[in-house]
């Protein structure tokens, strides 16, 4: 069982930035997709950010230009740089990571919360 423990969350001002990380304990093997969801108060969640294990990304339009998701696959671990954060990225932020082929897996973090306030 493979257990992913995020961190970087907490308070920043409007305009700041943050990073958050999400480590696996385990090797993370075949085709597989990194993701950060998040979700803020009332609001179901919603996906900000995913990488595929070739490389490419999607992002919500919302953190587009702001938000970069990267990967390193020695350290099993996926990260959120977020820049010129806003009151409205106010959220728990949630790592998942999912095989896309068999065996298929699906992992989810604890989730770290993140809230731009000033």
């Known amino acids: 069982q493979v257990q992913l423990v995020e961190s970087g969350g907490g308070l920043v001002q409007p305009g700041g930035s943050l990073r958050l990380s999400c480590a696996a304990s385990?090797?993370?093997?075949?085709?597989?997709?990194m993701g950060w969801y998040r979700q803020a108060p009332g609001k179901e969640r919603e996906l900000v950010a995913g990488?595929?294990?070739?490389?490419?990304?999607k992002y919500v339009d919302s953190v587009e230009g702001r938000f970069t998701i990267s990967r390193d696959d020695v350290g099993n671990t996926v990260y959120l740089q977020m820049n010129s954060l806003k009151p409205e990225d106010t959220a728990v932020y949630y790592c998942?990571?999912?095989?896309?082929?068999?065996?298929?897996?699906?992992?989810w973090g604890q989730g770290t919360q993140v809230t731009v306030s000033s």
């Open positions: 990488i595929f294990s070739r490389g490419p990304t």
């Open positions: 998942n990571i999912r095989t896309l082929a068999p065996p298929l897996y699906d992992y």
């Open positions: 385990g090797h993370i093997f075949g085709l597989n997709f």
